[in-house]
């Protein structure tokens, strides 16, 4: 697989205003708390048209990957709780600034409901970041022979990942390297030149040993081989990163 007043380094925030400037306040009314012992398991980030914004059992270090579309491996200088503890967030916007937000168009919109989670965040957890390149280690993404991918018929992007598969349908090849590189621990980088969405079925045995005596499944570097006809090769690559300033546990509510 949530906030109100405001501010943020205008550095941070600037190439998306740059796009979208139809709405300049940020939520009207928010809650951030932490997520109840008792939940799905899963992450939840939910961004449906107009000016509300909910995410349910999201690290922060997750809602910032989302909020600056920003791989979490990107995302340096971190302590350990943004990546341990988990939060349920809930925001909504003046009646107004929903009403302008339902009529843009769907880029747009989804442009401008990512600056407005980056304002939440900064409030309420007194974030502050600054972007820069830094050369970092990485596995680029590649084409190994003739690609073992079918062209997706698709209009939207869905994906769905476990301990021992990935899956999705409408994917470039951009959202398959984050992917992998989810799996593989790593920066994944894209180097495989291919501009199409795809449908994808990926399958692969567990490094733990935990798998079935009969099992066939490659591992996980081989299956990407075998199954989709791309490889992941060892590289240095400059690539732009968020780096934390300073963070603070969320304020209450």
């Known amino acids: 697989?949530?906030?109100?007043?405001?501010?943020?380094?205008?550095?941070?925030?600037?190439?998306?205003?740059?796009?979208?400037?139809?709405?300049?306040?940020?939520?009207?009314?928010?809650?951030?708390?932490?997520?109840?012992?008792?939940?799905?398991g899963r992450t939840h980030i939910n961004y449906p048209a107009g000016g509300s914004f909910s995410a349910s059992n999201v690290t922060l270090r997750g809602l910032l990957a989302w909020a600056y579309d920003m791989p979490e491996k990107r995302i340096l200088n971190t302590p350990d709780w943004m990546s341990r503890e988990r939060f349920d967030l809930q925001a909504k916007t003046d009646a107004a600034t929903d009403a302008k937000m339902r009529e843009m168009n769907g880029d747009d919109a989804h442009i401008e409901k990512r600056r407005l989670v980056q304002m939440l965040i900064a409030d309420r957890f007194a974030l502050k970041l600054h972007r820069e390149t830094q050369t970092l280690s990485a596995l680029d993404l590649v084409v190994d022979g003739p690609p073992r991918l079918q062209k997706s018929t698709s209009n939207g992007k869905r994906w769905d990942a476990g301990k021992t598969y990935f899956r999705g349908t409408g994917l470039t090849t951009d959202i398959?390297?984050?992917?992998?590189?989810?799996?593989?621990?790593?920066?994944v980088v894209n180097r495989t030149g291919l501009t199409d969405s795809y449908d994808i079925k990926l399958e692969w045995s567990p490094d733990d040993g935990s798998a079935p005596a009969d099992s066939n499944a490659p591992s996980f570097f081989r299956a990407i081989q075998e199954q989709l006809g791309l490889k992941l090769i060892p590289a240095k690559e400059p690539l732009e990163v968020l780096v934390l300033d300073s963070v603070e546990q969320p304020s209450q509510n």
Do not use: C, H, W, Y
């Open 1 to 40: 697989m949530r906030g109100p007043k405001f501010l943020l380094l205008a550095m941070l925030t600037m190439p998306l205003m740059a796009q979208v400037s139809a709405v300049t306040n940020g939520f009207e009314v928010s809650t951030v708390k932490p997520t109840p012992a008792v939940n799905d």
């Open 176 to 187: 398959i390297a984050e992917q992998l590189g989810q799996v593989a621990g790593r920066v």
